[in-house]
């Protein structure tokens, strides 16, 4: 079964170890989350938690489908909503809560959630292409270059690297460290970075 919790990302710092070692820290608002909904294989074909992040402000800013989705399963609304898998022994029902307490430091979790979008980017930026030489006149410095043959295949391959859209999809960081946790101030210290701009909503999963 998989331990999951939706935090909300505050920014980096630093901290020390107990060697006197400088940590670069992700500082997540890890919850309190709620349990929403028990999804099991006999009702909707595969098991998971649906888990809620409790608002400060009580929900006020949920739309009327979620306000609807939360009083029909008797708890109270949340704005944002995400699905944890977990197997059939899972005793999980609505109302329950999921704290950072049960999270421990020196555990590895994997982290999920959307990269900063960078806007429509090109072929060096987005794939890393060298382009060409700066000097001589050779008029070729940062296009894609030749995309496909004329005669044969005349036509372009799926999947061929472009310039586009960069950025802004989901992105999964696995096995980075909980350094520290503060089960008061439900703040998990995660090693290094987590995808996403600071106020960004991630999912921190451990496996079992």
Do not use: W
Request: hydrophobic share 40%; charged share 20%.
């Amino acid at each position: 079964m998989s331990k999951g919790i939706i935090g909300k990302k505050l920014g980096m710092t630093q901290i020390f170890n107990e060697q006197g070692q400088i940590v670069p820290v992700t500082v997540i608002q890890a919850g309190p989350c709620v349990v929403v909904q028990r999804k099991t294989s006999a009702k909707d074909g595969y098991e998971a938690v649906q888990i809620g992040f409790v608002d400060p402000n009580g929900g006020k800013r949920a739309s009327k489908a979620e306000k609807g989705h939360c009083e029909k399963l008797g708890v109270a609304p949340v704005r944002v909503l995400r699905e944890i898998k977990v197997d059939a022994a899972d005793a999980s029902k609505p109302g329950d809560s999921v704290l950072a307490s049960a999270f421990e430091a020196k555990t590895k979790v994997n982290v999920t959630g959307i990269s900063k979008g960078k806007g429509f980017a090109g072929v060096i930026k987005r794939h890393h292409f060298a382009g060409g030489r700066a000097t001589h006149g050779s008029m070729f410095h940062r296009a894609p270059g030749s995309i496909g043959g004329s005669s044969y295949p005349s036509r372009v391959f799926p999947g061929m690297r472009m310039a586009g859209h960069m950025g802004d999809a989901q992105v999964t960081v696995r096995n980075l460290e909980i350094a520290k946790v503060d089960a008061e101030n439900n703040l998990l210290l995660i090693k290094g970075a987590v995808p996403g701009p600071k106020g960004g909503y991630i999912v921190i999963k451990q496996e079992a």
